[in-house]
């Protein structure tokens, strides 16, 4: 299976620099909820970090059927 290339660069690439995002977005709503600076649903904590974990199984796939298979 070819992996998809956009602008000249792997998908991995991209997909990691999506679940870097995410992860601190995840991590800096958490933080800065739990030190009441702002008021954010935890679901929207909780919905970031499913969304940070599906991003990352993703991204892990293409690594290995680019590396391995």
């Known amino acids: 299976m ?4 956009i602008w ?5 690439i991209w997909l990691g620099i ?4 995410l992860l601190v ?3 800096s709503i958490g933080l800065l ?3 009441r ?8 904590h909780r919905n970031l970090g ?7 199984l993703v991204h892990g796939y293409f ?3 680019a590396y391995f298979l």
């Open 8 to 12: 000249d660069k792997p998908i991995t």
């Open 25 to 27: 977005a995840t991590f």
């Open 50 to 56: 499913i969304l940070t974990i599906l991003a990352a």
């Open 33 to 35: 909820r739990f030190k």
């Open 63 to 65: 690594a290995f059927v």
């Open 37 to 44: 600076i702002i008021r954010v649903s935890i679901n929207v």
């Open 2 to 5: 070819p992996i998809p290339i």
């Open 18 to 21: 999506l679940v870097f995002c």
